[in-house]
């Protein structure tokens, strides 16, 4: 080249460089006068960023021109596919349409030299929508009503993509206009057409790319579970499979262990469901019917127009709230023109369950327009007494989209308690004295986030309340149990798929049921897993599975490898606390039949669970697990020092997640601390100390979670890196 030197300009990573050589020129002279300085461009970069995208997402793209003496820093861009909008020596590209993974080259061309130009290489897979989130997540109804303006947020959401509501609802088509990272939907919804539980929510592109799916929760209104006198279970559901008509409404019948026994028509779902303990008929407003459907006598007509909302019976009466009459009515079950009596209770009396503590038979009733608890003698009808429950928002509105108002009693009858869904409170009342003896914040035991407790269950036996807790992010229903004495909350380490909408505990508190639409699960309160005759999802008509599904995962036959020597992984969150401090107790034991705490707890334990302890005064606590399986024993302790000078020990954190998911889908990250008092995960916010979290990605790559906990003794942080892939079939790991 003459001896003329190459001058290049390395630019950064995902350019190409600009090469050029510049012009000759004198490089002596006489002295007499300037040499100018030749007009020559030397090199250049191109940038731009994002280097992967989805059909339809746009990548900012920027190019610097390099040159000597007064040159044209000018360029011009082009794509290979796709488009691009270009401002200076600025572009936006805008990915095209594909079915596949597509390289498309993006050059920057220099207007003064055509010669030298720089490219760049986006990947471009197909548009695979995202759905992040529904707000609001959850929905309580009490009437027939329109949902509008439900904000759907997340990526890649575009015109001409199929947005499903599923069961029951269709699809509709996203209009011109749609942004890509959120819309608008609207649902008619009647609360006598549609099963509360699960809603599943989709997206699917013209190319048929289908979106991963998002749980949003519909509660309904009342316990749609009633639980007869032999253990036998009652649950409503709508259409069984038929056309959609307010007319279709059926009852399935389930025995004590879950499994499918039969169902019957029954007609609108208008309200809640009863079964009475004296006679095991079952009760739908103001008709009743046999264990096996036959209609078997209505009361007479009180010439009241005000219509039912809640439903209780036992001893062969049955009591129905009447909230637009401010009245309460019972009358004896299964009796043709059996005559209706009347109380006069409050404002809106919602919700109602009887009790029959002694020779009295009470109703139980809820106004949730005074907040107040009331008694009613049954069948006179004199009012006993009342309480006023506070930290409760009055509701008189008419029909309502949040709220929820439930109130349970025991197999004792000397109890009752409240669950206010929206305001996230629980209630216990002593029916004797009709004074509230604790009442907690579920949203202070619950912390913060999509979990919203929605029904509730009395195991009086034990003095404790069961609720149902509706985690939004993980699509789950969550257990946890409140003391009735104490207020003190422990979390069930079960969790169901279902949401569970039909609620309810056998009367000796040992089995918890849970229903949704056609399906229920029942297994031992004190226990993690459904019993092992329990079907996940029994249908009416349909042959059992053959093997039974765990909610912790995995089959029956799982239970029963032999040959495995027992192992338990038992942690505490803190080793050193001040008297009254929480601490959390986690376990799960591997290849055991059963579990016994022993030390400073005591009683049988599910083989996996979490609990929190309260030690008060200052000493050492030892907590004892025994678990036996078929090869032998296994013991496992924690020691907890309570001082009122507790040493100030350095936090601890073992986080674990998933090395590879696909686009969309979620991956569980799952961490514990010990000696932590709070967590936080960036953009994922505040979290537990203990727990998990779920994230997705819309772009395959690999991303990197940090997860710091802060405690007395300092903070510690922990990193995962996940890779996400293409959906299949483009498998790229």
């Known amino acids: 080249m003459n001896g003329q030197r190459v001058s290049c300009v390395v630019g950064l990573a995902a350019m190409i460089i600009l090469c050029g050589c510049p012009g000759g020129g004198s490089s002596g002279g006489s002295g007499s006068g300037t040499v100018p300085v030749p007009i020559t461009i030397t090199g250049g970069t191109l940038a731009c960023s994002p280097l992967t995208l989805m059909s339809g997402q746009t990548s900012s793209c920027s190019a610097t021109v390099y040159g000597t003496g007064n040159f044209n820093p000018a360029v011009t861009f082009a794509a290979s596919a796709g488009t691009i909008a270009a401002t200076g020596t600025t572009a936006v590209f805008t990915a095209p349409v594909v079915a596949s993974s597509t390289a498309v080259t993006v050059t920057a061309t220099s207007v003064q030299d055509p010669t030298k130009s720089a490219t760049v290489t986006i990947t471009v897979g197909p548009l695979v929508p995202v759905i992040s989130g529904i707000v609001p997540d959850w929905f309580y109804l009490d009437g027939p009503a329109l949902m509008g303006n439900i904000q759907a947020n997340g990526s890649g959401f575009a015109a001409g993509e199929t947005f499903q509501v599923s069961p029951l609802f269709g699809t509709l088509t996203l209009g011109q206009g749609t942004v890509s990272n959120q819309f608008l939907f609207n649902v008619s919804v009647a609360s006598n057409t549609y099963s509360p539980g699960w809603f599943d929510l989709s997206l ?72 009475d303990d004296k006679t095991g008929d079952v009760t739908i407003g103001f008709g009743a019917s046999d264990a096996n459907g036959n209609i078997i006598g209505t009361p007479a007509n009180d010439n009241n127009p005000a219509t039912g909302m809640g439903i209780a019976a036992k001893s062969g009466q049955v009591c129905i709230t009447r909230p637009s009459g401010n009245i309460v009515s019972c009358f004896a079950i299964g009796q043709n023109s059996a005559q209706i009596y009347s109380a006069t209770v409050g404002i809106q009396p919602w919700s109602v369950t009887m009790v029959k503590p002694a020779s009295e038979l009470d109703a139980i009733v809820y106004s949730r327009g005074d907040t107040a608890l009331w008694k009613v003698s049954v069948p006179d009808m004199t009012v006993r007494g009342s309480v006023t429950l506070s930290g409760i928002t009055p509701v008189t509105s008419n029909p309502g989209t949040v709220g929820g108002w439930q109130v349970a009693s025991g197999s004792l009858g000397n109890t009752a308690v409240v669950l206010a869904q929206a305001d996230e409170q629980l209630a216990f009342v002593d029916i004797g004295t009709m004074s509230v003896t604790t009442q907690v914040s579920l949203k202070t035991l619950l912390g913060t986030g999509n979990v919203h407790p929605f029904r509730v269950a009395l195991d009086e036996p034990h003095g404790k309340a069961l609720v149902a807790v509706a985690d939004t992010d993980a699509g789950l229903t969550r257990f946890v149990s409140v003391d009735a004495a104490s207020g003190a909350m422990a979390t069930i380490a079960a969790t169901s798929t279902l949401l569970s909408v039909g609620f309810g505990v056998s009367a000796d508190g040992a089995t918890l049921y849970s229903c949704e639409r056609a399906a229920c699960e029942a297994w031992p309160t004190a226990a993690v897993q459904p019993q092992a005759t329990a079907p996940v999802a029994a249908r009416a008509g349909a042959a059992a599975p053959s093997s039974v599904l765990y909610l912790g995962g995995g089959t029956g036959a799982a239970a029963d490898t032999p040959g495995l020597v027992p192992e338990i992984a038992f942690s505490a969150s803190r080793t050193e606390v001040k008297p009254g401090r929480a601490v959390f107790l986690s376990w799960s034991a591997k290849d055991v039949a059963s579990c016994f705490a022993f ?28 678990c036996t399986g078929e090869d032998g024993d296994t013991v496992k302790s924690v020691t907890v020092a309570v001082r009122e000078n507790p040493a100030v020990l350095p936090p601890t954190l073992d986080v674990s997640a998933p090395a590879k998911v696909r686009v969309g889908e979620s991956a569980a990250i799952r961490w514990a601390t010990t000696n932590a008092d709070s967590c936080s995960a960036g953009d994922l916010g505040d979290q537990p100390t203990n727990g998990s979290a779920f994230v997705a990605s819309p772009i395959p790559g690999s991303f990197t979670r940090t997860l710091t906990c802060v405690g007395p003794g300092g903070a510690v942080s922990r990193s995962v890196t996940l890779t996400v892939g293409l959906p299949n079939p483009l498998d790229l790991f």
């Open 204 to 275: 699917t592109t013209a190319q048929g790319n289908t979106s991963n799916v998002k749980r949003w929760a519909f509660v309904g209104n009342q316990n749609t579970l009633a639980i007869g006198a032999s253990g036998e279970l009652f649950h409503l559901d709508q259409a069984q499979g038929l056309s959609v008509t307010s007319s279709n409404g059926f009852v399935r019948k389930f025995k004590a262990d879950g499994t499918a026994d039969g169902s019957f028509w029954v007609g609108a779902l208008l309200l809640g469901i009863a079964a």
């Open 599 to 626: 030390g400073d707890w005591q009683d049988p334990r599910p083989t996996s669970g979490a609990e929190t302890v309260l030690p008060k005064q200052e000493g050492t606590f030892t907590y004892s697990l025994a």
